[in-house]
């Protein structure tokens, strides 16, 4: 410990220090694991410092940025977490249109920093401005990186573009993120927030609300969660987010008409108001979330979705659906290693509840729901939202088995004895 303290600015913490419990929670209170140390970097070089202690002391490494992986990948127990929390600057360059933000940052620190000149990067990965400037991955234009092979390197740098591609959905697999580089795009305010229906009118309000998707062009993101009430009446929050001229939506017409509709928030807002539509509490709750990329959300699947989210039997817990239309498929799919652009919707099945008691039966439902949506799957699950039981075949099929392949060669080149394996891992070749 004396070694690895002294070969960084930053702080390392370890069982009985004060900030040690704090520093070791997920978002997901499912995930309880206690790491042997863990080493908050302030910088590239304390990264590689901690990287190259890790690995000569033969220690299991997670890497931790906004700790908000459902699959608490960002904490291991006995190992050492290499927690980028001190590392959340976030500078813009206005004239540029680029950010450059601290591998640690979150989408609060981002979109603070950013909006304050007018500008903004979609989050997410999927999020509220999908439809308008793509996924997030898609506004990557660079990160510095530090590898378990090559040490700190740039993906600017000559040779590196390929990992550059790889970064573009392939997440942490291949180093650890010390800067990324995003495009922004102006935006002073957005049309949105939520119209929320209950009872009966929710299946006719979510056909509304796939017709939406459907028809919307590129100033229209959307997305809808499905839930129940304490009176086990269902619920539904659909959340637009248009940057299109005025302030009438005309896609949202038959949306605000629908049966059901008992409460419409949509108006103009700033787009930091957006961001937090949906903002559950840190390490409040357990999680165990799955889900498919759709081709398409018939009145059959909606009527899947709406019998099982009754069929839980108490709140809380949902089923969010995610729009793709729109930037996703007008982008050169060669750019990144997505499987999933074409897909029409992104389904995931959220289940949520406080009572450790109830960790099977919540996990059995999210599992047997998703099995129920599978008939119309896309192929594979996002990765953002995976546990980490997911097995090596829906990692394969969420990037499709050409990128895969591809991504295993980046992986074998950087990273090849799978030091960084706390993610949806991309195994090295064999
Ligand atoms: C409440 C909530 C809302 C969400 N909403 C959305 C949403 O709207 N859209 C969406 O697409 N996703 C959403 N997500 C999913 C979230 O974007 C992903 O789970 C994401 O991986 C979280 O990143 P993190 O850095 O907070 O997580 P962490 O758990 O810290 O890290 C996630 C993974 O990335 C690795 N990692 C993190 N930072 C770095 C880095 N700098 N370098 C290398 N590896 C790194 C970690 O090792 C780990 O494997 C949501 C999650 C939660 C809990």
């Known amino acids: 410990?004396?070694?690895?303290?002294?070969?960084?600015?930053?702080?390392?913490l370890v069982e009985g220090d004060p900030e040690y419990e704090r520093a070791r929670l997920c978002f997901n209170l499912l995930i309880d694991r206690r790491p042997a140390v863990i080493a908050r970097c302030v910088d590239a070089d304390d990264v590689a410092a901690a990287l190259a202690f890790g690995q000569s002391n033969g220690l299991e490494i997670a890497v931790r940025g906004g700790g908000h992986?459902?699959?608490?990948?960002?904490?291991?127990?006995?190992?050492?977490v290499i927690d980028l929390t001190k590392m959340r600057s976030v500078e813009v360059d206005p004239g540029a249109k680029v950010a450059r933000s601290g591998g640690g940052a979150t989408w609060l620190d981002f979109d603070?920093?950013?909006?304050?000149?007018?500008?903004?990067?979609?989050?997410?990965?999927?999020?509220?401005?999908?439809?308008?400037?793509?996924?997030?991955?898609?506004?990557?234009?660079?990160?510095?990186?530090?590898?378990?092979v090559e040490g700190i390197i740039r993906t600017e740098d000559s040779g590196h573009q390929e990992l550059l591609w790889g970064l573009r959905g392939g997440g942490g697999n291949f180093g650890v993120a010390t800067e990324l580089r995003m495009r922004l795009h102006p935006l002073e305010r957005v049309v949105g927030g939520r119209l929320e229906y209950e009872g009966e009118g929710v299946a006719g309000a979510l056909r509304a609300f796939r017709d939406a998707g459907a028809t919307a062009g590129t100033d229209l993101s959307i997305q809808a969660?499905?839930?129940?009430?304490?009176?086990?009446?269902?619920?539904?929050?659909?959340?637009?987010?248009?940057?299109?001229?005025?302030?009438?939506?005309?896609?949202?017409?038959?949306?605000?008409?629908?049966?059901?509709?008992?409460?419409?928030?949509?108006?103009?807002?700033?787009?930091?108001d957006q961001q937090?539509?949906?903002?559950?509490?840190?390490?409040?709750d357990r999680n165990y979330w799955k889900g498919h990329f759709v081709?398409?959300?018939?009145?059959?699947?909606?009527?899947v979705l709406v019998a099982s989210m009754s069929a839980l039997g108490r709140p809380p817990g949902a089923i969010l659906i995610e729009s793709l239309h729109g930037t996703p498929k007008d982008i050169d799919p060669s750019t990144a290693a997505l499987g999933y652009r074409d897909a029409a919707f992104n389904v995931s099945v959220m289940a949520d509840w406080l009572d450790s008691a109830l960790d099977d039966e919540s996990s059995a439902w999210a599992r047997e729901t998703a099995a129920a949506i599978e008939p119309w799957s896309f192929g594979g699950g996002y990765?953002?939202?995976m546990q980490a039981d997911e097995p090596l075949e829906r990692v394969r099929a969420a990037y499709g088995p050409a990128s895969f392949d591809r991504l295993r060669a980046l992986k074998t080149r950087y990273d090849p004895d799978n030091v960084l394996h706390r993610n949806q891992n991309i195994p090295p070749a064999d």
């Open 1 to 12: 410990m004396n070694e690895l303290r002294d070969s960084l600015q930053g702080d390392v």
């Open 69 to 80: 992986n459902p699959a608490g990948h960002c904490a291991v127990d006995d190992g050492l």
């Open 112 to 148: 603070q920093t950013t909006q304050a000149h007018g500008l903004v990067t979609p989050g997410g990965g999927i999020g509220h401005l999908t439809a308008q400037f793509g996924l997030t991955c898609d506004n990557l234009l660079g990160a510095t990186v530090v590898t378990p």
């Open 225 to 272: 969660q499905v839930s129940v009430k304490d009176d086990l009446t269902l619920n539904l929050v659909v959340v637009p987010c248009y940057t299109g001229d005025g302030e009438e939506v005309a896609e949202l017409a038959d949306l605000r008409s629908a049966d059901g509709l008992v409460n419409d928030k949509v108006r103009p807002q700033g787009f930091l």
């Open 276 to 284: 937090v539509v949906f903002n559950p509490g840190y390490g409040v």
């Open 295 to 303: 081709r398409e959300l018939p009145d059959e699947l909606i009527d």
């Open 383 to 385: 990765a953002n939202y």
